[in-house]
């Protein structure tokens, strides 16, 4: 496809489907992309050497594309939060960061055991079918009530269910609620809590949190990170009811 030229001698060519480069004097001075979550959702982002690079990409980008259009950035970034909006972006939500201490003493979940008649598995030791089922039907749940918009994108897709980055709770020969970590970063990600409906506020996710959290202390790790979207008030009074501590937001930028 032939490059567009604009001013400051950049020139913006689409050199494959959702992908677009900016050049200066023949070199790369920007890259843009975009990429589908499963929800439907599409999602741009530009990696630009300097402004405008970012606004010559973000133009093409824009002309081409329907909407709406989201992306996500660094609160912190003012920069290039400020260029987003400057295309007509405006925030759709706030994710908060945390890191979360592991040590009982210090979250207080030493006490926090399972509810009668539920049990804790710890990781690893998932079956796979009662762990799919759960999957399911928290996947249904989901759909008939907030929808998948501020879920996090490990709910989105997962062919394959890795028992080793769940620990569960069963009642009764099911499970009704999951934990899941990933743990091949710098720290340990809580990367979803979920319990089924009918078994909310009984106490179960904070039982799942502590056994997670009292397992990561026994090998070593003091420290987990987790994401809460602002809105889920639940999930925000549970974190920093254990210590968590705010460290950074994101923002989802929507153009619609």
Do not use: C
């Not at 759960?134 to 989105?156: F, H, K, N, S, V």
């Amino acid at each position: 496809m032939n490059p567009v030229e604009f001013s400051h001698a950049v020139l913006i060519s689409r050199v494959a489907p959702g992908q677009w480069h900016a050049l200066e004097h023949d070199l790369v001075v920007g890259r843009g992309a975009t990429s589908h979550r499963p929800d439907g959702r599409m999602f741009i982002s530009i990696d630009a050497w300097h402004g405008a690079a970012f606004d010559r990409l973000a133009e093409a980008m824009l002309a081409a594309l329907p909407r709406p259009l989201h992306t996500v950035v660094d609160e912190a970034d003012l920069d290039l939060t400020a260029q987003w909006q400057r295309s007509g972006f405006t925030t759709r939500r706030r994710e908060w960061e945390y890191a979360v201490p592991t040590d009982p003493r210090a979250t207080g979940l030493d006490s926090a055991v399972p509810p009668t008649g539920v049990t804790v598995t710890a990781f690893g030791r998932a079956q796979q079918a009662p762990l799919r089922a759960l999957d399911r039907t928290i996947r249904d749940e989901i759909e008939a009530g907030p929808g998948w918009q501020d879920m996090p994108a490990e709910i989105l897709t997962s062919p394959v269910l890795d028992p080793s980055k769940f620990t569960v709770a069963a009642q009764s020969g099911d499970y009704v609620g999951l934990l899941r970590i990933a743990t091949l970063t710098r720290r340990p990600r809580i990367g979803l809590i979920a319990v089924r409906a009918d078994r909310q506020r009984r106490g179960i996710a904070r039982a799942l949190l502590g056994h997670a959290l009292g397992a990561l202390h026994q090998i070593g790790k003091d420290t987990a990170s987790a994401e809460v979207t602002e809105s889920n008030v639940a999930a925000t009074a549970l974190f920093e009811g254990i210590g968590a501590r705010r460290t950074g937001s994101n923002l989802e930028l929507i153009l619609r």
